[in-house]
């Protein structure tokens, strides 16, 4: 059985390459959602390139599209592209944009990257395969700066109002967006207790434990009764240390000197 832990690590390498190369992109909520990322991809979700062409299948959506470099890594790892693609990252003409782009980007659900917008289409999505009788799932990640866009809580109340119970959402709560903490900029806590008002399935998990995920992911799906959101506790930045809980980090790629450091960090983690 694979370690997830130290493939999160593999994949934290991946993602500090790819933006140093690109010497711009946002490293902080990049390093604080690829533990979710690998739980899904690598244990819950049926997406890999010999099925991503069918519709019966799971599927993901990255709401909070800024987090592009985590997903590139994990597709990549996957096999939908080469991984030296990764090193290609922001640049004219490459299949990596920084946000994704599901014309140009293989293994990608849904363009991303205007924030607020992703619960909707997974909404759509899990219209479609109750439609069709399909019991596969719909995954969808939400920064909880995110949060703050009215568009949200739209989509919220449809999925509740719809009983999607195929729809499960996870909210990458790590306290920071990119002008200051969520606090400063506009308060969103108490994000569970919102999620209920609207008539959702909460809980909540360690964003960066593989068995505390993988628990909360587990009662989600066994919840028949409407949508699900799990609120992942999470540190921006997680496993560089002199990125993490940054705030400046949000939209910074590190430079040659800084991207050694990180790298020989995350060497050692795995």
């Known amino acids: 059985m694979m370690n997830l832990k130290l493939k999160a690590a593999e994949l934290r ?6 933006l140093a190369a690109a010497k711009s992109g946002h490293p902080g909520g990049s390093l604080s959602t690829i533990d979710i990322l690998t739980v899904l991809y690598y244990q819950e979700m049926e997406i890999t390139p010999e099925n991503f062409a069918e519709k019966d299948r799971d599927h993901f959506i990255l709401s909070k599209g800024h987090a592009a470099p985590a997903l590139y890594a994990v597709l990549a790892d996957k096999g939908f592209f080469q991984k030296e693609e990764l090193l290609k990252l922001r640049k004219f003409g490459s299949l990596l944009q920084g946000h994704p782009d599901r014309i140009k980007t293989p ?11 992703g619960l909707s289409i997974a909404n759509g999505l899990a219209l479609a395969k109750r439609l069709d009788g399909s019991q596969k799932g719909v995954y969808v990640l939400l920064g909880d700066g995110e949060l703050q866009e009215g568009q949200i809580w739209e989509a919220a109340m449809t999925a509740a109002h719809y009983q999607l119970d195929h729809l499960i959402a996870f909210v990458d709560n790590n306290g920071l967006q990119i002008d200051g903490t969520n606090q400063e900029v506009m308060a969103v806590e108490n994000i569970g207790e919102k999620f209920a008002a609207f008539n959702w399935f909460v809980l909540k998990a360690d964003g960066h434990d593989v068995d505390s995920l993988t628990q909360a992911i587990q009662q989600a799906k066994a919840y028949k009764q409407g949508p699900s959101v799990i609120i992942c506790n999470t540190i921006k930045g997680k496993g560089v240390s002199f990125m993490e809980n940054q705030v400046g980090w949000h939209g910074k790629a590190p430079s040659t000197d800084e991207a050694q450091r990180a790298l020989a960090e995350l060497k050692e983690a795995y």
């Open 107 to 117: 293994g990608v659900d849904s363009s991303s990257g205007s924030l607020g917008q």
């Open 13 to 18: 390498h991946d993602i500090i390459q790819s």
